[in-house]
């Protein structure tokens, strides 16, 4: 017997995922369902993604998600009442859509540590991120190299090894012999960042006379960027090439090489390092002075990108780290990376020198020049803490010595600081603060977990003066 | 003169491939099927006597390019892992096939492969009628036993909308369409096993 077409439309409703609000059905489906004409700011604002705005949630959930893994040790903080506001309207939605504003507030406030039901919420929305099954990533490899995974590769693991920016790592290696990581790209989230974002921006206009206009602005565009950087495989296969040759054997540490005539913007296919991360080598209980040359050599290769390379490594999650079995350590992921233009670089350059000097009178000139503090009495608060967030993130490189990075106290400190800064809604100041904070606060928590004792003035001057930059 | 099976099969032939040729480099809608006829050496009304209609032709390519996705998903079934993977797999092998076909769909998906058409042609109804079997024969395979009507109307529904999506679909190499399979299918699959735990009631219920 066929089922009637009001049979069909209830089913095809069940079908639905339940935490879709809106039916992710292609149109002609979708306007059988004569849906009721959307009247509040927020169902509108739900209407506006398209099918793949889930994944595009799901990517960035994923990505903050990846910053709190492990990270038991640290303390959590309480969510503030509009937090609380914002995760009940993500929850119900339970899609990004709109919330992708949310998420940005949520960078620029709390870089790198969350309450507890936020993170929770992450988890559960994490898991919505769908990974490709081997038909699926077929199609995926034939429409972006041209033929099936099995005749381009000598040999093809079909399960996946590790999850990568929407996408998944594959084992394969090339008809010449060598053993390759093969990263693909869950297909169209590039196109639907970008018009998501342009939609997003639309809906937002209404809000542009808003105090926080100007802020939250910022913190989209450093999301979109980001976002769009991290989706297109051919820029990080450049970055690759472009990093991979500053690093030489006797600094024992390793970027892989791109096999571009396997790489498309949806494919990287690069060496493979075979190594374990940050968790599984902490496990093994290594000796102080192992973990103390992993933390040089991290701290080395970051130097190394921005002295020589004129690079700010914007990713900085322990998933981007191998710590290999000879003691050598492997970046292996270069999905976001910031060049340093030559104005930026001049700038960098001063502040730098006015930072390493450790006089407090330097250290408020350059918060100054950096987040343009004036003399109004206003800014005085702001100023203080700049200063003291400043002084806290400097102190390993103007103090003589080795520094240890494993002290709890300090750590909280660096954390109370930040967390004032945001709670205070204090602009960062340069456009690229939240990338250069981010960065600070992956390397210090990194840092922290191996309990590392080093000197980080000894080789910041190192790199700087191998290139020319002088003590 | 008797016009024997063989020289029938032969002009039918003949038809469908003109109608390929003149489909791929002037659209469907430009050509007319006196066209047809002229290219594939016949009378016009000679092609009556094999196709109703220019949707008829059409619908002979689809199921042509069908039959053939069918012979390719057999050679690589048992490689997948999961009815999911398979049921992707199999549209996707179809998607291939019918690539050509791609900007002419439009007219079928809107009258004889409608999910709610009511009266369909013959090529139509055995190109529906196989692809269900073999959707039907996989969730089989993969212990989800047999799919009742709603289900495979269901499935059709959804698959239909897959297809709608890809004859427009501007992404480059159409892998929103991929991304779309992905989420059908699995939405297919998710009510179907939310079906089967409905249906099955739980130890100790009557």
Request: glycine share 6%; aromatic share 10%; proline share 5%.
């Amino acid at each position: 017997m066929t089922p009637s077409l009001a049979d069909l439309l209830r089913e095809l409703m069940r079908a639905l995922p339940n935490d879709t609000e809106a039916p992710s059905l292609p149109e002609p489906l979708a306007a059988v369902a004569l849906r009721p004409l959307p009247v509040g700011r927020w169902q509108r604002l739900s209407l506006l993604g398209t099918l793949q705005a889930k994944i595009a949630a799901a990517y960035a959930f994923y990505w903050i998600r990846s910053w709190f893994q492990n990270a038991e040790d640290w303390e959590r903080l309480r969510a503030a009442v509009h937090w609380r506001t914002a995760l009940r309207l993500l929850d119900s939605m339970g899609y990004l859509r709109g919330a992708v504003m949310k998420v940005g507030q949520t960078l620029a406030s709390f870089p790198d540590i969350v309450p507890r039901e936020f993170v929770e919420t992450l988890d559960r929305l994490y898991f919505d991120a769908p990974p490709m099954h081997w038909s699926l990533l077929r199609e995926m490899v034939r429409n972006e190299l041209g033929d099936d995974p099995e005749n381009i590769f000598a040999s093809f693991d079909r399960r996946a090894f590790a999850a990568a920016s929407l996408g998944q790592v594959h084992r394969a290696r090339l008809t010449t012999g060598e053993d390759v990581a093969v990263k693909i790209q869950y297909p169209s989230i590039a196109r639907t960042i970008h018009a998501d974002f342009g939609n997003l921006y639309l809906c937002l206009l209404p809000g542009r006379l808003a105090k926080e206009w100007e802020q939250h602005k910022k913190v989209l565009d450093d999301l979109r960027m980001r976002l769009e950087q991290e989706t297109d495989y051919q820029a990080e296969g450049r970055f690759l090439a472009k990093v991979r040759p500053l690093f030489h054997d006797q600094d024992g540490i390793v970027v892989p090489r791109v096999y571009p005539q396997h790489s498309t913007a949806k494919v990287l296919t690069m060496e493979r390092v075979e190594g374990v991360h940050l968790d599984q080598y902490l496990a093994s209980n290594p000796p102080q002075e192992q973990r103390d040359e992993f933390a040089r050599k991290i701290l080395r290769a970051l130097y190394r990108m921005a002295y020589a390379g004129r690079l700010l490594y914007a990713d900085l999650h322990p998933g981007n780290f191998l710590f290999l079995n000879d003691g050598r350590l492997g970046v292996i992921d270069f999905g976001f990376m910031l060049p340093i233009d030559d104005e930026l670089w001049t700038l960098f350059q001063r502040i730098e020198r006015a930072l390493r000097t450790g006089r407090r009178d330097d250290r408020i000139a350059a918060v100054k020049e950096w987040a343009w503090i004036t003399e109004d009495p206003a800014d005085t608060e702001r100023l203080r803490l700049c200063e003291e967030y400043t002084a806290w993130a400097w102190r390993s490189r103007y103090e003589e010595g080795p520094f240890d990075f494993g002290d709890e106290g300090d750590f909280r400190r660096g954390i109370e600081l930040l967390t004032e800064l945001a709670m205070r809604h204090y602009s960062p100041g340069r456009p690229c603060t939240g990338v250069i904070l981010r960065m600070d606060f992956g390397v210090r928590s990194l840092l922290y977990r191996l309990q590392a004792r080093i000197d980080t003035r000894a080789i910041a001057k190192e790199e700087a003066k191998s290139h020319g930059l002088g003590p | 003169m008797r016009v024997t099976a063989e020289t029938k099969a032969a002009t039918r032939e003949q038809i469908v491939d003109a109608a390929r040729r003149l489909f791929a480099a002037n659209g469907f809608g430009a050509t007319t099927t006196r066209a047809i006829a002229r290219a594939a050496g016949i009378a016009a009304g000679t092609l009556f006597n094999y196709f109703a209609t220019k949707d008829a032709i059409l619908a002979c390519l689809a199921a042509d390019a069908a039959a053939a996705a069918q012979l390719e998903f057999e050679k690589m079934t048992g490689q997948a892992d999961s009815f999911e993977e398979d049921l992707f797999g199999y549209v996707a092998v179809g998607l291939r096939k019918l690539k050509p076909l791609r900007k002419h769909l439009t007219v079928l998906l809107e009258t004889a492969l409608c999910p709610l058409a009511a009266t369909t042609a013959d090529e139509v109804q055995s190109l529906r009628l196989a692809h269900l079997e073999t959707v039907a024969c996989l969730a089989r395979k993969h212990h989800l036993g047999e799919l009742p009507p709603m289900a495979l109307q269901l499935y059709w529904t959804l698959y239909m909308g897959v297809l709608m999506f890809w004859v427009t679909d501007g992404s480059p190499k159409q892998e929103d369409t991929l991304a779309l399979l992905d989420h059908s299918v699995a939405m297919f699959v998710g009510w179907l096993r939310r079906e089967g735990k409905r249906e099955t009631p739980a130890e100790g219920e009557p």
